[in-house]
Nanobody, 122 residues
Framework: QVQLVESGGGLVQAGGSLRLSCAAS????????MGWFRQAPGKEREFVAA????????YYADSVKGRFTISRDNAKNTGYLQMNSLKPEDTAVYYC???????????????WGQGTQVTVSS
């Protein structure tokens, strides 16, 4: 089992930045790939970014490429999502997830955090 807890969400103006954290406990986090997903009201959950176990491989959704950066610190059992140039359409609940092997599809992830709200005002 892997337990995941997100933090760092909040209210920010358009153009601002936030850094989300995902603290992991339980089995060795460093063996798991990590993904970030988001769900806006009335919409389906969507892929944001994913990173491999070593941090050497990363994928991004087209909508966030160039603005968001995913990273991880295996020594701290923590993953991060740095979000810059935020837009109102980035408003959503953001979830981190973990699985063995990097993937874009949410139904492939085994472990999920509870989510953190990000609200971007115009």
């Amino acid at each position: 089992q892997v337990q995941l807890v997100e933090s760092g969400g909040g209210l920010v103006q358009a153009g601002g930045s936030l850094r989300l954290s995902c603290a992991a406990s339980g089995r060795t986090f460093s063996t798991y790939a990590m993904g970030w997903f988001r769900q806006a009201p009335g919409k389906e959950r969507e892929f944001v970014a994913a990173i491999g176990w070593s941090g050497g491989n990363a994928y991004y959704a087209d909508s966030v490429k160039g603005r968001f950066t995913i990273s991880r610190d295996n020594a701290k059992n923590t993953g991060y999502l740095q979000m810059n140039s935020l837009k109102p359409e980035d408003t959503a609940v953001y979830y981190c997830a973990a699985r063995l092997g990097i993937a874009r599809m949410d139904n492939l992830y085994n472990y999920w955090g509870q989510g953190t709200q990000v609200t971007v005002s115009s």
